[in-house]
């Protein structure tokens, strides 16, 4: 009875230790203790699962998924790890298979604040604006203080452009929990692809107040800034639809001459051909410059 005393007081150690180690973001050093401790304790659930929660903050999803899934076919109600595996989904883009985990966890533990925050970040990340802002709502309903729901009701505020207030909270988001910038730059990328330049703008200025010295956010808003400058607008349908945009236009373009020089007066159709003629060399030319000196 004692020696089973001592080694359950050892595997406690062992796993108060590696859960420290993660908390800190050491990571290096969390996966030493985890296999050490998994040498004397292969079976230990908590030790499986914290070996697969490194795995993914160490950015290898494959590893993360297998051990994961090996967890899960031993211990298939083990809640952090079915909420790892709907994360890894998402990373997967397997993302109705990620909601359908979600929402079963959250079935499962109404008052969970950290799978509201989970299925947030999904509907986030889908662009699903309103679903997010009610399961930001609700998980603060349930744990006020809760870093991802207080991060995700932030971020929609930021997007919609409420108030100023709304961002001081992502900048504390960002600054105390950088582990949520991944998920602000996929946003960031999300709503520019969707078209949402401004608000794609709003959070990578808020990402570059946090991080000053780094070179590719501030490629980033500078090209976002240009990208929603005034002078801009007469090239919306380039910007948004892309090299799809710039074939529909140049056919309109050249189909609306051939008809024009048979149905309207010279000089009106020479006005036209001068003004189609501008707006290709504005294309061409005055998003680089732009860029370069904003």
């Known amino acids: 009875m004692s020696g089973d005393s001592g080694a359950m ?10 859960r420290a180690l993660v908390e800190r973001r050491r990571y290096a050093q969390a996966q030493l203790t985890v296999s050490r401790g998994l040498q004397v304790f292969p079976e230990s659930v908590g030790l499986q699962y914290l070996a697969a929660i490194i795995d993914y903050a160490s950015d ?53 604040a950290d799978c509201f925050a989970g299925y947030g970040e999904l509907m986030l990340k889908t662009l699903n604006l309103e679903k997010a802002r009610r399961l930001a709502e609700e998980g603060l309903r349930q744990s006020p203080e809760h870093a991802g729901c207080l991060y995700l009701a932030a971020t929609i505020d930021l997007i919609r452009h409420r108030s100023r207030g709304e961002s001081e909270h992502l900048q504390r988001m960002l600054r105390e929990h950088p582990e949520h910038t991944r998920s602000a730059l996929a946003l960031v990328i999300a709503l520019s692809a969707k078209g949402n330049d401004r608000g794609a703008l709003r959070i990578a200025q808020e990402l570059l107040r946090n991080q000053p010295d780094s070179q590719s956010l501030l490629t980033l808003v500078r090209n976002l800034k240009a990208r929603t400058h005034w ?7 380039l910007q948004r639809w892309g090299w799809t945009g710039a074939i529909v236009l140049t056919l309109l373009g050249i189909f609306g001459l051939q008809l024009g020089e048979r149905s309207l007066p010279p000089t009106v159709f020479e006005a036209l051909t001068w003004i189609w003629l501008a707006y290709v060399l504005y294309s061409w030319t005055w998003p680089r410059l732009l860029r370069r000196y904003i």
């Open 9 to 18: 007081g050892e595997l406690a150690a062992i796993e108060h230790e590696a």
């Open 60 to 112: 290898r999803p494959e590893q993360a998924m297998q051990g994961v899934t090996s967890l899960l076919s031993r211990a298939p109600h083990h809640q952090g790890a079915r909420a790892l595996y709907a994360r890894l989904l998402e990373g997967a883009g397997r993302l109705p298979e990620a909601e359908g985990v979600w929402i079963d966890l959250l079935r499962e533990y109404p008052q969970s």
């Open 231 to 237: 002078s801009m607008l007469p090239l919306y349908p």
